[in-house]
């Protein structure tokens, strides 16, 4: 509404209306009314979202170490590179 209704007192209230868009200092909260021909009321309470919390620290790049898994001769390919490769050719298996 562009006019105010004259019978309301604001200068004797807590409440002025928002006629222009001004800094919101302290915490935003906010009360709504609405109130409908038919009888039909409703009322809702609003606050601002929670300050969003800092972002961690981003994890260490993780340390990638080559292993041979692979060798011309079987007895030549470490103990955990050859239970590696038995675990991927056995998953390779169990998903065809």
């Keep these: 509404c562009a006019t105010p209704n004259p019978r309301f007192d604001f200068a004797a209230s807590p409440f002025e209306p928002a006629t222009r ?3 919101w200092t302290g915490p935003r909260l906010a009360g709504i ?18 300050a969003i919390r800092p ?26 590179g050859g239970q590696l490769v038995a675990s991927v050719l056995d998953l390779s298996f169990r998903t065809r």
């Design 55 to 80: 972002v961690r620290a981003p994890l260490p790049a993780p340390e990638f170490h080559r292993r041979r898994l692979w060798h011309e001769r079987p007895d030549a390919v470490p103990p955990v």
């Design 21 to 23: 868009l001004r800094a």
């Design 33 to 50: 009314s609405a109130f409908g021909l038919g009888g039909t009321n409703a009322h809702a309470i609003v606050s601002e979202a929670p």
